[in-house]
């Protein structure tokens, strides 16, 4: 149910060429006048901004700097941000200005990417005391590292965020434990960390054990308990935690199914780009449950899930262009929707490739083309795609 959840060679290269080029081809004003024209001007890329200086805010004691800094990042200004941030994790020592530093760094936001450097600052920023930034290291430290050994010791930084009460960093180490990450692998004991990410009010901890209760996953299936943690994750504002609270209400799975509720439900997560949401809404107004159908608004649903990267809703809706259902009809746009899903790991969008390819619609007949589809399909859990 889850998915687990951060030129000048070119230049010069091109300077080349195209003076080779208007050395060796000349130009008709060569031929007629034996005089060579100047060949005609390269557009350069423009050159990347320059990397931020540090700035200083005259007469700023450490904490109004780092204050002055946290403001910039909470306005999503992170050009105005890095330059202050630079001294006040730099000279300062300010942990939570390292943290924000080590953000950009890992992001690449401002700064070109650079993990060790983001790494380092992160170790900084939990040596002093911000755990979040524990968290955070643990994380990315045991991306970089190769060695098991190296990977393994990264869990202290788990468990020291989690001790300091930092939600996130619970449910992290829960993941591993579920998973065998790192760890031995323990699910009880992971059911145990994310019950406690939820009570830090993590809306991802609360999600991430309402899925362990229902799969069974260390412990017995709880369907009742799942969907208390998904409600419970919804009020923390974790949207896939709203989604699966609806979908158990869309499908009745913990008392009487509500499908109207539910795609009443479905429409407010869909308007805050929940791909999952845009899916089953369209899927509810296709088929007419839950209100009326609506064939067009079903295919507007279908294409925004689709770019949010929902596989199954590019294989619907291709359908819906292959055989004209709620609109217009074009083999063309289904071969594009069905590739998309296919890509995105939708069988149902591999299989509508290889019916195309061998009826020859859209695309070339191509008989191995279309094999090579259902094999993809098979691959990915359709059954019928197997024998084709």
Known sequence: MRTTARFLCHIFAALLVAFVAASALPSFAEEASGVVSPPPPIALAPAPPALPAPLRIEGATVEEQAAAAKAAVDEHDYRKAAPLLLPSCEEDGVAESCYFLGELYYTGNVFAKDMARAIAL??????????????????????????????????????LACSHDYGLGCSNLGYRYEKGNYVIRDPERARVLYAQSCELQYGGGCYNMASVLEDGIGGEKDLPGALSFYEKGCAFEHLDSCFWAAFFLEKGKVGEADPEAARDLYEDYCEQDHANACAELGYLQEH????????????????????????????????????GDGGGQSYAKAVDLYDRGCDLGGAGACVGMGRLYAQGRGVRLDRALSKAYYDRACELGNRWSCSQ
Do not use: H
């Open 288 to 323: 007419g449950a839950g209100g009326p159908e609506d064939l067009e608004q079903a295919r507007y649903n279908y294409a925004k899930a689709c770019v949010l990267g929902n596989a199954v809703s590019c294989g619907n809706l291709g359908l819906m262009w292959e055989i």
């Open 122 to 159: 992160y170790l900084k920023a939990c040596d002093a005391g911000d755990w979040r930034s524990c968290n955070s290291y643990g994380i990315s430290q045991g991306e970089f590292v190769e060695s098991g050994e190296e990977k393994s010791a990264t869990n202290a930084y788990l468990e």
